[in-house]
């Protein structure tokens, strides 16, 4: 004869087994953005002086608006105040933390090519 079982009146302990699944699936796509800009605009006048003649540590505002009279190019600094404010917003330039007045400089994994043409002045 085989076992039998004998109900003794006693529960058996409920085993609780928790399972959790996570998953992680991480999608990354890189690509380059190339923006042309010239010296027409305040913004390319700005990144012309920041990549050729300001320094890469840090620059003021005040730095940045004498380099712009050497070139002839009066802006006033309630146009250049904004424009630099939307450039660190934007990644193009860096705001330096803590620096009082505020000190800027150029991102050191950013392509910024300046390109020279002939003709009348820059």
Known sequence: MGPSAVFTGKTQPIETLNLEHRELVV????????????????????????????SKDGFSEADLSEILKEHGWNVPHNTLAPTLGGLARDGTLLRLEGMKPARYRLPQKVKLNVRREGGKGE
């Open 27 to 54: 999608n990354l796509a890189h690509e380059e953005k190339e923006l042309n800009m010239t010296t027409g605009t305040v913004v390319g006048k700005v990144l012309f002086c920041a990549v050729t003649e300001l």
